[in-house]
């Protein structure tokens, strides 16, 4: 399993991810968001190793911080870190689902300094957040739109070819659909249609690549060393079964 | 009496409460029902009239080498790839930690081509250690029973039947160590088959599978009589192959997936919850059914006599069930006990005032079995798509109570008692065998698995006591990060009240065995045969039809099967009933 290039399914990806994320000490309950935000990325025919290989990195180098804080005035509102490092997409990305949640989308919410912004977009749409518009610019100045439109077609806009998985480090802007217009100009535009993708991976498995060792090293930390006697008695049953 | 004058919500008062059935010990007194699954696929097979055919065997003269057996369905065909070999008896084990197996089989979706029985040959026979496409919907192995085996092969070869003795002894020809489906080591996921009428009610395709191990194991050995005695040889009596089963050894693996499915779990019980209180909410006895339930109890006595295990804990919980069910035969001779308005509601209130948890939960069995034309749709129900969500706008006020009138049990255990945290769940680098360890003698406690439910639960509860209470949910969890899995269980179990075990599962005296009875009985197992706290083997469709008898009337009459003969009473559930 640790071997790269596998075809996985949606099933392992839930697996694997959610103790990845346990395994680099983010709580049981935000990895499991975590793993289900990355079987939507799946399903839409990304790596969900490629995904997320950053957030996981960062949070095991303690180069990001699950701590978060919101404020709120009568024009917008505002997540961020409490700490002075990035804000780890595992905790921005439920964070957001929440917030739409309790307080709705009545004017602009900024999330500060993500890791990886599409961890948002893939926990907005795993929780099924229809009419919600997501944007930022990254640090290599690649912009990003994505509205989603209905339960199962969402849309993307990008300044550049650049693969909206793997654009890093923004502020992240969230609105309601129609509150904003868009403000790439002539930007590339690709309609997803989940309906038609979960399909295909269904048929197919999920494709995962070179990242995909390191997923599975965070995973084993979730692994506990095997010895003689954990062996012998830690499941109850014999070595040798004849009858 | 209609079906639609018996429904059953969840007030009624002849529903059980959760606080009464999600306990531990009732839970591992568990017996299947007719809405067990292997129940449910059965009936499927009979009224869609499935077709059964062997479309390959190409193995040597000790039958080593691949077969293939094919279910064909109205709309699909399913096809069991099996691969036989020779393996060495010191490397025969039930653990998840084998490396080798008697057989190893795929369940195929659709008919397999040469292609693909060339590259499940260089997989299935690894198990863990192979890859699998969306192809293949099952991955599962057997070992076999020796004795059992060679006993058969022998009497067959030789003209005879073999002992029947020795066959309701172990009850099957292999044993399967693991069945593994959606979406395991890059099989199908469940996704995929779900909306598949013969796939939608739970397990059905893992079942499926076990169904063609079954059929398999039978004709391997008929086969390889044939091969040993030529002309002398016969094949199995039909009432013998009949009562031939598959075996299964479950050990910890199992429990976490029950804990960690709650939705499912409720939809389980809430069924056969109300499956028992439609019955026993029937106020005249349909015609007939009293006199099978009679005749059912006689048919249990001798299916209890046949169940004989090593274990002393179930032996004397056998032991008792055998008087229990004697005293409850005589209690019925008196007419006046039976016979008058809510008869079901009178048996089962007898036995839960008077017997033991094993004897209510077997009456329950068989109160039920007489009435499929009013719980048989309940079946239907036992499946979910549901994904318990996170709930960020609840308040934690309203999270407060559902903890205060669901989560007592929890509340209200101690836990800087060393005992109420003995035990911890984890996965060994081993295969990833699930293991159960005591905290202070294992390595681990630090990769602890999260199925420390009540522990979670009464931690949350100290801090939610001095939070206040108008603060949203969503609010609270980004201060406490850490809480967010046990509040989306509690939530979940706020409109699922059967969707959890009530005690606490880290304690010192916890049986991990419960939890494994309760999940196979749902499933259909049967002669439930522990071999220690954490695993136990049991027989899977002893009594069922074989493939070309899907069609006899009796194909739904296999409830506590004796062996050697069929059903010693009329079913009225099915086209046998003309029986009566």
Redesign the interface.
């Known amino acids: 399993m640790p071997k790269s290039d ?7 990806v839930l697996f694997y991810f959610t103790r990845a994320g ?1 395994g680099v000490k ?5 990895s ?2 975590f793993a ?1 935000s990355n079987i939507w990325a799946a399903q839409n025919g990304f790596d969900p190793s490629e995904c997320s290989i950053l957030a996981l990195d960062n949070l095991d180098l303690k180069k990001s911080s ?1 701590s ?3 404020e709120k005035n009568s024009e917008s509102s505002h997540l961020f870190c409490t700490e002075e490092k990035v804000l780890s997409s595992l ?1 921005a990305s ?2 957001c ?3 739409i ?3 709705g989308l009545d004017g602009e919410l900024k999330i500060s300094n993500v890791d990886c912004p599409f961890l948002i977009i893939a926990s907005l749409g795993a ?1 099924q957040c229809s009419g919600v518009k997501a944007s930022w610019t990254d640090q290599d100045n690649n912009s990003f739109e994505v509205n989603f439109i209905d339960d199962v077609k969402w849309e993307m806009i990008s300044s550049s070819e650049a693969s909206i998985e793997l654009s890093h480090y923004a502020d992240v802007y969230i609105s309601s659909l129609d509150a904003v217009k868009s403000k790439i100009q002539n930007g590339n535009n690709k309609i997803f249609n989940l309906e038609n993708e ?1 399909l295909k991976v ?4 999920v494709k995962v690549g070179e990242k995909w060792p390191e997923i599975y090293e965070y995973f ?8 003689a ?3 012998a008695s ?10 | 009496m209609s079906s639609e004058s018996v429904l059953i919500d969840i007030e009624s008062d002849f529903m059980r409460s959760p606080e009464k059935v999600m306990r531990l010990d009732r839970m591992g007194s568990s017996f299947p029902t007719r809405l067990s699954f292997m129940r449910t696929l059965i009936r499927r097979m009979s009224k869609e009239n499935w077709q059964f055919k062997r479309t390959l065997r190409k193995v040597d003269k000790d039958g080593y080498g691949v077969s293939v057996y094919s279910a064909i369905t109205p709309k699909r065909t399913y096809s069991l790839i099996a691969f036989t070999q020779e393996i060495p008896a010191d490397m025969r084990t039930d653990r998840v930690i084998a490396e080798v197996w008697d057989a190893t089989f795929s369940l195929f979706d659709g008919v397999p081509t040469q292609e693909d029985i060339d590259y499940l040959a260089e997989n299935t026979p690894l198990q863990e250690g192979g890859r699998y496409r969306p192809s293949e919907l099952v991955l599962a192995r057997a070992n076999k029973s020796l004795r059992v085996f060679e006993n058969i092969i022998s009497a067959l070869a030789s003209g005879n039947q073999p002992d029947i003795e020795l066959i309701s002894s172990v009850g099957y020809l292999m044993r399967t160590t693991a069945v593994y489906g959606s979406g395991k080591f890059g099989c199908a996921d469940r996704a995929k088959i779900a909306d598949r009428p013969e796939c939608r009610a739970p397990f059905q395709i893992e079942l499926l599978a076990v169904y063609l191990i079954r059929w398999f194991t039978i004709d391997l050995v008929e086969e390889l009589a044939k091969e040993r005695g030529g002309e002398t040889a016969v094949r199995l009596d039909q009432n013998i192959s009949r009562f031939i089963g598959v075996g299964n050894s479950t050990g910890l693996g199992m429990a976490p997936f029950l804990l960690k499915h709650p939705t499912l779990i409720h939809n389980w019980v809430v069924a056969k919850e109300t499956a028992l209180a439609r019955v026993r909410s029937i106020e005249t006895a349909l015609p007939g059914t009293l006199e099978v339930f009679l005749k059912s109890l006689l048919q249990a006595s001798q299916h209890i006599d046949e169940w004989n295990v090593a274990d002393e804990v179930q032996t004397a919980r056998i032991t008792c069930l055998t008087d229990e069910i004697q005293s409850l035969r005589m209690w019925c001779e008196d007419e006046s006990n039976i016979f008058r308005p809510y008869p079901w509601n009178g048996i089962y209130q007898f036995v839960e005032d008077n017997f033991s948890l094993e004897c209510q939960e077997m009456i329950v069995s068989l109160i039920i079995e007489p009435h499929g034309s009013i719980v048989d749709d309940l079946a239907d129900t036992m499946s979910t798509t549901t994904i318990p969500k996170f709930k960020a706008a609840m308040s934690l006020s309203q999270l407060k109570e559902v903890v205060a009138d669901a989560y007592k049990w929890a509340t209200t255990i101690d836990f800087s008692l060393q005992e109420s945290q003995h035990h911890f769940w984890y996965y060994s680098e081993d295969k990833l065998e699930p293991r159960f360890g005591s905290k202070g003698v294992d390595d681990g406690v630090d990769q602890e698995m999260p199925l420390a439910i009540g522990r979670d639960v009464h931690d949350l509860n100290e801090v939610l006591a001095s939070t206040d209470e108008d603060m949203p949910i969503g609010e609270f969890a980004m201060n406490h990060p850490q809480f967010r899995h046990i509040i989306r269980r509690i939530q979940n179990t706020f409109e699922r009240p059967y969707s959890e075990v009530q005690d606490n599962l880290l304690s010192e005296s916890m049986r991990p065995l419960d939890l494994l009875r309760f999940k196979l009985a749902f499933f259909g197992a049967s002669k439930f045969d522990p071999k220690s706290d954490l695993w136990t083997r049991i027989s899977m469709y002893q009594g069922a039809p074989l493939p070309e008898q899907i069609q006899d009337p009796n194909h739904d009459c296999w409830s506590f099967p004796i062996a050697g003969r069929s059903q010693s009473y009329p079913c009225i559930s099915c086209s046998c009933q003309k029986a009566i």
Do not use: H, M
Request: hydrophobic letters at 40%; one cysteine or more.
């Open positions: 596998l075809t996985i399914s949606l099933n392992e346990f983010a709580p049981i309950g935000v499991e968001d289900r699950l978060i804080k919101f905790e439920v964070s689902v929440d917030w949640e309790f307080n929780s979960k269904l048929n197919n498995g084993s930390r979730c692994l506990v060393k095997s010895s006697e954990s062996r830690g499941a109850g049953a014999g070595l040798v079964d004849t009858d």
